[in-house]
């Protein structure tokens, strides 16, 4: 494991350890990434054993703005990550190309399949194929045009890991239960969620 790897995790276990604090004061909730749990309604539980899926659209480099490093690391979850940029994807590679428990995928998810625009700005972190983002903190550096798929493809294949067993995890050890736990990460720049 590269130095890169053992500072992230490190980065992301403080900011587990944080989230709580950081929203209590009002503080943006990009210091709290890797808090994933502590995030949702109390109504969403998660296994306390590892295990389950993500899927992670925008997954930059899968290290340092991804939404899914906390679950592939610490919670030993399987992965699906996107990442439409050429650049970025290779970055992704590198970090995750003999992971046994992570696909990569180089391409854009949309309501369509077809070709689109997408617009890369300075830090790389606001990379888009959205439009009409209003907010964007600084000023596109450049754009290219990529292959896009239909977002049902997500769909599909989280269908076939939740059928093949892939995403269970054991919720009660004295009888032995199963349930499936599925995480659908969208960090795509305008369209966040």
Known sequence: MNN??????????????????????????????????????????????????????????????????????????HAWLFEPDAS??????????????????????????????????PMGFENTIQGNKSNQADKMEFSYDISVQDAAVLCQQQRKAISSGLCDVVSNEETDEKKSYTVLSIDAEGADW
């Open 4 to 77: 890169f790897v053992l500072i992230r995790k490190f980065y992301v276990g403080m900011h587990y350890r944080v989230a709580p604090t950081a929203s209590l004061l009002g503080l943006p909730s990009d210091l709290s990434e890797g808090a994933i749990y502590k995030h949702l309604p109390s109504s969403v539980t998660f296994p306390e054993r590892p295990g389950g899926c993500v899927w992670d659209v925008g997954a930059n480099n899968g290290i340092w703005n991804s939404n899914s490093f906390y679950l592939i690391h610490a919670k030993n979850y």
């Open 88 to 121: 970025t994807f290779l970055q992704l590679r590198e970090n995750y190309a003999n992971h046994p428990r992570v696909k990569l995928h180089n391409f854009g998810l949309s309501s369509k399949g077809e070709i689109t625009t997408l617009r890369l700005f």
